[in-house]
């Protein structure tokens, strides 16, 4: 595939949790794509997304002569189209868990996108640490626990991610690690044994994850001086 078959169009990297999934993805499996950013919560930002996007959502995947929405949906894509990457198990049973996690964080937990909304360049410790937000911050910390255990430390490439290799699951968990920083969550008041913390661990010094965070500061720095 060309360098720029793909575009994938995405919203500010401080606060769009959403658009850093797919990006994520994209970036860590060594995937070429141009990057298109629209600046969130501006008159025109709207109109600016519906110039890429039908739905008027980002991310938005633009390739060949279609836009694909929703940040699994594109994951889905990638790793239907680059089987070699790995980014699903292999295993079948691992995999289907893998797919159970990642839609139940696109499903779910409601409450701590509300109160503890992403924010990768600040810190609020103790801030959105409402009942309905630590309820869900302890199932994160539940499956991370449990994938980790079952599956991850038993992978044939085990590199500290949920099933061993990093892949969609744990682009759908990124936003939550950066959350539990910035608000400062008690992991181990929630029944992490160490595996959470060593879990964010690995996510936040992915080489891909470390160019997200210094994109948004770069981004954030433009919009001061401008």
């Known amino acids: 595939m060309s360098a720029y078959e793909f575009e994938l169009v995405i919203?500010?990297?401080?606060?769009?949790?959403?658009?850093?999934?797919?990006?994520?993805?994209?970036?860590?499996?060594?995937?070429?794509?141009?990057?298109?950013?629209?600046?969130?919560?501006?008159?025109?930002?709207?109109?600016?997304?519906?110039?890429?996007?039908?739905?008027?959502?980002?991310?938005?995947?633009?390739?060949?002569?279609?836009?694909?929405?929703?940040?699994?949906?594109?994951?889905?894509?990638?790793?239907?189209?680059?089987?070699?990457?790995?980014?699903?198990?292999?295993?079948?049973?691992?995999?289907?868990?893998?797919?159970?996690?990642?839609?139940?964080?696109?499903?779910?937990?409601?409450?701590?996108?509300?109160d503890m909304p992403m924010s990768i360049l600040d810190r609020f410790p103790g801030e959105g640490h409402s009942e309905g937000a630590l309820a869900n911050a302890r199932r994160a910390i539940e499956i991370w626990r449990g994938a980790r255990h079952r599956f991850g430390r038993q992978a044939a490439q085990d590199h500290g991610f949920l099933f061993g290799r990093f892949g969609v699951a744990d682009a759908m968990y990124a936003p939550v690690v950066t959350r539990f920083q910035t608000y400062g969550v008690d992991l181990e008041a929630l029944g992490d044994d160490g595996t959470a913390r060593a879990y964010m661990e690995a996510i936040l010094t992915l080489p891909a994850m470390r160019d997200w965070i210094e994109g948004a500061a770069a981004e954030e720095k433009a919009k001061a001086g401008a």
Request: hydrophobic share 45%; with cysteine.
């Open 11 to 114: 919203g500010d990297k401080n606060w769009s949790s959403w658009s850093l999934r797919p990006w994520l993805l994209m970036r860590q499996a060594g995937i070429p794509f141009r990057e298109t950013s629209i600046r969130l919560r501006q008159e025109d930002t709207k109109a600016q997304i519906l110039a890429h996007a039908p739905a008027g959502q980002v991310p938005a995947l633009k390739w060949r002569d279609v836009v694909i929405g929703d940040s699994l949906a594109i994951c889905e894509t990638i790793a239907d189209l680059y089987p070699a990457k790995n980014l699903w198990p292999a295993d079948g049973v691992a995999r289907a868990v893998a797919r159970s996690a990642a839609a139940e964080m696109h499903s779910g937990f409601q409450d701590l996108r509300r």
